[in-house]
């Protein structure tokens, strides 16, 4: 089927209608980190190669179509008036402050504070540049002269506001400073929104959103060829979106499988419980077991506490037979002494008792 005709029935406001200054999508460049491979509809930073024409930017589907447009009654303007407060120290402490912490949170090796970037000298400007810019575009070569390649690159970024060669000779000077620092805050907000689009882009769909997330994704990439009739790049879009759909299906069969695999395991292990006996009866016998011990036990210290009085009961008597015997003993001490006193006051002597024996 012609590739053409399967979005004839678009309305000539949908064909010229302009794309969006803010990103719609990201890729990622790594496993680490997000990198924005394109950004409002924008040619890639870096020289491309000669020969099959590139894709140039995933976050507008539009990027690269030259639109129709009208010049009827177009009126000449002058250079955009900034809205934004660049002149307010409020407004100026916050892009600083997020600057800092987008610039911390990235790897920016060089030391940064909010002191510095007050009133920062052309190398520190020059260094943040260059990084934020690699950010939004990995392959980009190493900047020449900042003067005349900053301003070519941000109008590359479709920065709405025009960035003079003469405020890039004195970067820190009072007046402009402010408006290089809310361009440079501009290019951050971009990369913020850009990785929180792409955390959102990752969330979990169920069955139907994907679906409707994938045939978006695919319109939004293979549109601007359809208008341009580069049926190379169509091509590449369709094999792309077909080995992402094969790998997702090649994911869930793996997926299927392990869990196949840990439900075979769950089974088994409950097959096993089954046959073994039951815990529970085993932990009744036990308890069985355990109270009828526990009744021995009491039986036993019931006889012994019985047996224990019985004892102290005997004790009791033998420390009252003690206590009499003693008694008699201190009586039989005191008649035995008595006695020998008796004995000691005669005046009969052995001989005299020897004698008299033999007399009878």
């Not at 939004?220 to 077909?242: M, N, P, R, T």
């Not at 077991?289 to 039986?299: A, G, I, P, Q, S």
Request: with cysteine.
């Amino acid at each position: 089927m012609n590739r053409r005709q399967t979005l004839a029935g678009l309305s000539p406001a949908q064909l010229n209608s302009r794309a969006s200054f803010g990103p719609s999508r990201i890729t990622k460049e790594g496993k680490n980190s997000k990198k924005i491979t394109a950004l409002i509809s924008r040619q890639s930073l870096a020289t491309k190669p000669a020969g099959n024409p590139q894709p140039t930017s995933r976050l507008s589907p539009l990027s690269g179509v030259q639109r129709r447009s009208s010049t009827y009654g177009k009126k000449t303007t002058g250079p955009k008036q900034d809205p934004r407060p660049v002149s307010d120290k409020g407004y100026q402490h916050d892009c600083i402050r997020q600057l800092i912490e987008y610039l911390s949170t990235h790897g920016y090796e060089h030391p940064v504070s909010p002191k510095t970037l007050t009133s920062p000298m052309s190398k520190d400007v020059f260094s943040i540049v260059q990084f934020l810019l690699k950010q939004v575009d990995p392959h980009m070569k190493p900047l020449g002269k900042m003067e005349e390649d900053v301003p070519q690159l941000f109008k590359h970024l479709k920065y709405p506001f025009q960035i003079s060669k003469s405020a890039l000779f004195a970067v820190g000077s009072p007046h402009t400073w402010p408006g290089l620092l809310a361009a440079m805050n501009w290019v951050v907000e971009i990369l913020n929104y850009a990785e929180k689009a792409e955390e959102a882009r990752t969330d979990v769909f169920d069955d139907k959103q994907r679906s409707e997330h994938d045939f978006f994704e695919y319109v939004a990439k293979s549109y601007k060829y359809f208008l341009a009739g580069d049926d190379y790049q169509s091509q590449a879009v369709d094999d792309e979106i077909a080995q992402e759909a094969e790998d997702r299906a090649e994911q869930v069969r793996q997926r299927n499988q392990q869990l196949q695999q840990a439900n075979e395991e769950l089974q088994a292990r409950l097959e096993a419980l089954r046959s073994q006996p039951s815990a529970l009866l085993q932990a009744q016998a036990k308890q069985e077991e355990h109270v009828r011990d526990r009744d021995k036990f009491r039986t036993l210290i019931d006889n012994l506490q019985s047996h224990k009085q019985s004892l102290q009961r005997k004790l009791q008597e033998r420390k009252a037979e003690v206590e009499s015997k003693q008694e008699q003993l201190a009586s039989t001490l005191l008649e035995s002494d008595a006695m020998r006193a008796v004995i000691a006051g005669q005046t009969v002597n052995k001989d005299d008792v020897v004698r008299m024996n033999q007399e009878k």
